[in-house]
């Protein structure tokens, strides 16, 4: 099942600037997608989340991108920090449905 | 700020036996969820629960396993007869509400069968 995929396992970014992970698609009945961080032995944490009717949604350092023609989704964080550091998933699910697919995951290591 | 609680952290059993793993959900949330991530693995959906009945599940949630809201407060997910891959950390997940609406996640029961 690779109905949402982050192609990318693991990225580093140098403290300061813009850390961008990538997320795809393949099922067209996703309209609503979120983002979450987690850290070892933690759960996953809510970041942001966008619905189809959208492009951009932005909160404090993070900014969703989606591209619904290319089935794309993407995370910006700036300027990135030490405290970034985790693994990051993303998640996609039909509007009123309840069940979230995950992606992979892409760990994300920030170089002081 | 509110947060979803689960107990135990770590769970340790011999194939076979019946595990209860235990959440408690923000407290005005109404929807409430088990994924489980298989190391190096997805998080994968198993069940959600709204109005004292299951939602939906997912063709992992077998008749090995159940859910239950006995209280007010908690939300259980039994597994009867575990199995060696069974084996996995097991989230609970609660929402506000059906559809664009995040899921809020504890912190997780490290489940391990030997």
């Known amino acids: 099942d690779q109905q949402v995929k982050q192609n990318s396992p693991s990225l580093s970014v140098q403290e300061g600037r813009i850390s961008i992970l990538n997320c795809d698609y393949t099922?067209?009945?996703?309209?609503?997608f979120l983002w979450y961080k987690k850290y070892p032995a933690e759960g996953p944490t809510f970041l942001i989340s966008i619905s189809s009717i959208k492009d951009k949604n932005e909160d404090g350092r993070f900014t969703v991108f989606l591209n619904k023609s290319a089935k794309h989704l993407s995370l910006h964080i700036v300027p990135s920090q030490p405290g970034d550091s985790a693994v990051y998933f993303c998640?996609?699910?039909?509007?009123?449905?309840?069940?979230?697919?995950f992606g992979t995951g892409t760990r994300l290591t920030i170089i002081p | 700020e509110p947060e979803v609680t689960q107990t135990p952290s770590h769970q340790v059993t011999q194939m076979g036996q019946e595990v209860i793993l235990r959440c408690v959900p923000i407290s005005n949330h109404l929807y409430f969820y088990w994924y489980r991530q298989i190391l190096g693995q997805k998080v994968e959906f198993l069940v959600s629960?709204?109005?004292?009945?299951?939602?939906?599940k997912s063709e992992i949630f077998d008749d090995q396993f159940s859910v239950e809201r006995p209280d007010g407060s908690n939300f259980t997910l039994k597994i009867r007869s575990t199995k060696l891959e069974d084996s996995a950390m097991y989230f609970c997940a609660s929402s506000v509400r059906q559809g664009n609406s995040p899921l809020h996640f504890g912190n997780g029961t490290r489940l391990t069968v030997t």
């Open positions: 099922n067209s009945m996703f309209d609503y």
């Open positions: 998640a996609a699910t039909p509007m009123r449905n309840e069940k979230l697919t």
């Open positions: 629960f709204y109005n004292n009945e299951i939602s939906e």
